[in-house]
Nanobody, 114 residues
Framework: QVQLVESGGGLVQAGGSLRLSCSAS????????MGWYRQAPGKQRELVAT???????NYADSIKGRFTISRDNAKNTVYLQMNSLKPEDTAVYYC????????WGQGTQVTVSS
């Protein structure tokens, strides 16, 4: 089993920045994919960014150039630096870890005011 704990969400004005963190514990494999999804009210959960343990990244078009994903493999932690935030970025952000199975965090709320 894998446990994921997110932190760093909050309320920010449009144009501001936030940094999300997600720490994984439990049976962590050296090769996996970690990243972030988000779900806005009334919408489906959507991919934000992923990062393989090899360093390969994948970003949603809507956040390219504004968000940056990174990870510290030694700490089993993944980060999401979010800059130039927009009201449409408001959502619950979920951390995930994919290694054979998918594991999810409890989510952290990000609210961007206009």
């Amino acid at each position: 089993q894998v446990q994921l704990v997110e932190s760093g969400g909050g309320l920010v004005q449009a144009g501001g920045s936030l940094r999300l963190s997600c720490s994984a514990s439990g049976r962590i494999f050296s090769i996996n994919t970690m990243g972030w999804y988000r779900q806005a009210p009334g919408k489906q959960r959507e991919l934000v960014a992923t990062m393989h343990s090899s360093g390969t990244t994948n970003y949603a078009d809507s956040i390219k150039g504004r968000f940056t994903i990174s990870r510290d493999n030694a700490k089993n932690t993944v980060y999401l630096q979010m800059n130039s935030l927009k009201p449409e970025d408001t959502a619950v952000y979920y951390c995930f870890c994919r290694q054979i199975n998918n594991y999810w965090g409890q989510g952290t709320q990000v609210t961007v005011s206009s």
